[in-house]
């Protein structure tokens, strides 16, 4: 077994050759009922014909045969035979409690015959990936189009049948997790959460590859997502090697992914396309010499640092490819990011410098008293339109908040993300998820299959619960929200704001896998009155030097609340000159309705600006009645 570095060193020094398809490989060799049902199932009360995995306990011989196939043909990792090794699917034929041994029996089978070729070439090391397939249910939409809540299977019920399943990969000796032909991208994340708990079960660090299933000209996911948003949602896999795409097409059919993932990874790309499209007979088209063209020329293009082959493949297929990309530089990765990433259907991937974007803050039961009266609905048709008005006037992000006393708040959360999920506009966008109730955010995020934003945490706890709750949003892929607020309470002051910031970033980043760009300060806004004329102005300077101390992470801030003691004559004026100061100092996600993008700040009074502008660089009580005055 290899290293975490061992592999990556070779993958810089090659494209690493994937094995072919498995299923049709075994057919091939037209296994019999009592294949099947033999050794420990042969009075099994159910007909195990066709059930692959089984064979890794009752013919191992026969999954080896394909296995030297492969590494015959040039192969530098095999996959185990446990594409369906899980409970949910196993659980047609009665074996949900047989899948630690399925797939303990596949990766040992699969280990063998790895070691057999490593030791007659030790120059060449042969690895053994499991195969985590997507199961046959989708996690993040509902089978009815007349319920938007329904789901065919949970988070959790995935995540513990991949657990025991990737639990029987790693004891059994594999080197690397292939998490494949995704189709849905919560089912992922499911299985990444569940990777992640069976290395800590079994003592032992794996990489992870992830590959998803583009299967039509659309070029996404059948959950909805685009690659680059894919590749977002899962770029928190523990030990990421690599993304990827498989299955669904042929080489030439898979190339925009290819490239889409080839300019923006900072993990290895990876693809094992089909060997074209299926014919009538349910032949595949193309043959090796045609497939080893295309991705010959990938590899010519510096896109590819692993490939193989998916349905329809042979060993053929693989030796042509292994010889066409032989001595070919593998692809570069691109340079980590340094600035947020999410995701809904759509990437939201800033540039650095890019500016501030609108988190529409319609959607927050407390905030907003109309979104409020109707988020509790049953059909909730009135709320998903307010929501999707926020994005038509510019939302880049939505804020979701159902703390509102008058709601159900896990309730009325669950409801509204899932109502939410079937409808593309709202869908295409990331979202907030933000509540008091540290329960409420860890179950939204059950529910989302792209990279929200989660929160807030703090340490008012103090460290112990800011490090758990933050590893556990890693775990679930998001983004986190960190307040400004510590074991004595809310900070009032500039220098308080930084100081507790400053804490909590040093302490999740020396103590969790967070990086800069996936935090979200957030300061504290308090309104502007006679009694704290400074309020705006003590946000002002701790976000700027917030980002002079950590310009990766981002800063928010809910801009409207800055003129809640004032009337509406003053407010909409002062909201816009904060948001612009807010902006120049460090501000890059400004909660605020977003209706407030339709007005520009030379519409309003000049005076009342410059009033405005006075108070917020300048706080006195006297500028205060300056600004009231000068309306």
């Known amino acids: ?324 990309v032989e001595g070919i530089a593998p692809r570069q990765p691109a340079g980590p990011e340094q600035v947020i990433r999410l995701s809904g259907f759509e990437a939201f991937a800033p540039v650095s410098g890019s500016g501030v974007f609108c988190v529409g803050n319609r959607s927050n039961s407390v905030v907003s008293e109309e979104f409020r009266e109707v988020a509790g609905e049953e059909d909730l048709l009135d709320a998903l339109d307010l929501t999707s008005a926020q994005i038509e006037n510019g939302a880049a992000i939505i804020e979701v908040n159902m703390d509102a006393p008058e709601l159900d708040t896990p309730i009325a959360m669950k409801n509204f993300l899932c109502n939410a999920a079937s409808e593309p506009d709202i869908a295409a966008v990331p979202v907030m998820i933000e509540s008091a109730d540290w329960e409420v955010i860890r179950s939204a995020l059950r529910f989302m299959q792209g990279k929200s934003i989660a929160g807030p945490i703090s340490l008012k706890n103090g460290d112990e619960a800011i490090l758990e709750q933050a590893k556990e949003l890693y775990r679930l892929g998001a983004s986190i929200m960190v307040a400004a607020e510590d074991e004595q309470g809310l900070a009032n002051t500039e220098k308080y704001r930084v100081a507790i910031l400053s804490r909590a970033i040093t302490l999740l980043k020396s103590q969790t896998a967070y990086k800069e760009q996936d935090i979200v300060l957030c300061p504290g806004i308090t309104p502007i009155s006679a009694k704290s004329p400074e309020s705006g102005t003590e946000f002002l300077h701790a976000a700027a030097e917030l980002h002079n101390l950590f310009p990766g992470c981002s800063i928010a801030g809910d801009i409207e609340t800055i003129s809640a003691a004032f009337d509406e004559t003053i407010r909409p004026a002062l909201n816009h000159v904060f948001l612009r100061l807010a902006s120049a100092n460090g501000l890059n996600l400004a909660i605020i309705n977003p209706a407030m993008q339709e007005t520009r700040e030379d519409e309003f009074n000049p005076a009342l600006c410059a009033a405005a502008e006075a108070l917020l660089l300048n706080p006195s009580p006297e500028a205060v009645d300056k600004l009231i005055s000068a309306n």
């Open 1 to 324: 077994m290899l290293t975490i570095s061992e592999i990556h060193s070779l993958a810089k020094q090659k494209i690493l050759i994937l094995d072919g398809a498995m299923g049709t490989m075994i057919q091939a060799r037209k296994p019999e009922q009592s294949d099947f049902n033999a050794g420990p199932f042969a009075d099994h009360p159910i007909s195990l014909l066709g059930d692959n995995d089984v064979l890794n306990i009752t013919r191992p011989d026969l999954v080896d045969k394909v296995h030297t196939a492969y590494l015959e043909a040039g192969a530098d990792i095999i996959e185990t035979n446990t594409f369906n090794a899980n409970a949910l699917s196993q659980a047609g034929f009665g074996l949900q409690k047989n899948v630690y041994d399925l797939a303990f029996a596949a990766a040992q089978v699969a280990r063998n015959a790895a070691d057999r070729f490593t030791a007659l070439t030790p120059g060449k090391p042969r690895m053994v990936a499991g195969s985590v397939g997507p199961t046959g249910r989708m996690a993040s939409l509902s089978p009815d189009i007349m319920d938007p809540t329904k789901r065919t299977v949970t988070f959790d019920e995935l995540a513990d049948a991949y657990t025991t399943q990737i639990r029987g990969l790693i004891d059994g000796g594999v080197d690397i997790i292939l998490i494949e032909t995704v189709f849905d991208a919560l089912n992922c994340k499911a299985a990444i959460y569940a990777a992640d708990r069976a290395m800590v079960i079994c003592e032992r660090e794996l990489p992870v590859m992830v590959s998803g299933s583009f299967s039509d000209a659309s070029r996404r996911l059948l959950s909805g997502q685009t690659p680059e948003a894919f590749m977002i949602s899962t770029s928190h896999a523990r030990n990421l090697l690599s993304i990827g795409c498989n299955c669904g097409l042929g080489a030439d059919g898979l190339r925009p992914v290819i490239e889409e993932y080839a300019a923006k990874a900072s993990t290895l790309v990876s693809t094992h396309p089909n060997a074209g499209l299926p014919d009538g007979s349910g032949q595949y088209t193309q043959t090796p010499e045609i497939m080893a063209g295309h991705i010959l020329d990938f590899a010519q293009h510096g896109l590819l640092n692993i490939v193989g082959g998916c349905c329809g493949t042979t060993p053929a297929h693989i030796r042509a490819i292994a010889e066409a």
